[in-house]
């Protein structure tokens, strides 16, 4: 496992970037860990312009990744962020070593 608390893939990082063209200037690639899904957790990404007090950004080839302390310290410590591409479709996925288990879709997971 990585020493890092949160790393992002170069294809994720020129995805974002990418994508930050289209969201108003000062946005950020935003991720939380919320309750729901099948097995109990599920991600929410998406772009936001506001900073909270205990979010962590992460920063790789000018994309700007913000996570709130409590979702990277109490789930996604040493997850890695990547942009997959398919034949049939392409997505944001998070390796996460502290996943015990995610439901049959993939969005969700378990601690």
Known sequence: MSTEKFLITENAAKQIVKLL???E???KF?????GGGCSGFKYNLGFDVKS???????QKDGALV????TSLNSFMQGSILDFVETLGS???EIKNPNSSA?????????I
Do not use: H, K
């Not at 935003?30 to 919320?34: K, L, N, T």
């Open 52 to 58: 909270n007090q205990n979010d962590v950004i992460f």
């Open 21 to 23: 063209q289209l969201e």
């Open 25 to 27: 200037p000062n946005a």
């Open 30 to 34: 935003r991720i939380e860990v919320i």
């Open 66 to 69: 913000v996570i709130d302390e």
């Open 90 to 92: 392409s997505y944001f």
């Open 102 to 110: 995610r439901c049959g879709c993939g969005s969700s997971f378990s």
